[in-house]
């Protein structure tokens, strides 16, 4: 698995658009997406990341050759430009079934 991470500084009255955008994408995954979050830093409210996990290196870089992918287009359209970072997942604890 893999783990994108686009982070970026969004002003404050434009938080809405990418909150709009991130919830306006859930109904087009592309194949090997697993999940997705969008997250607000608790110490800098300005401070926002979608974190995405895919199933391979192989899926990403499918989804990659498509178009600019729509992580870095949710934040241009609040007026920001993300970093990119991406991560090998070495492992993985998750809770028990309940």
């Known amino acids: 698995m893999v783990l994108t991470i686009l982070e970026a500084t969004v002003a404050p009255e434009r938080t809405g658009e990418l909150q709009a955008a991130f919830r306006g994408a859930a109904g087009h995954v592309p194949p090997g997406f697993i999940r997705s979050h969008l997250l607000s830093a608790a110490a800098d409210p300005t401070r ?14 499918a989804m990659r050759q498509t178009g600019t992918p729509a992580g870095v287009l949710m934040f241009r359209a609040s007026g920001a430009e993300p970093s990119l970072n991406v991560y090998d997942v070495a492992s993985t604890i998750e809770a028990p079934p309940a």
């Open 48 to 61: 926002w990341r979608i974190e995405t996990l895919w199933t391979s290196r192989e899926a990403l870089a």
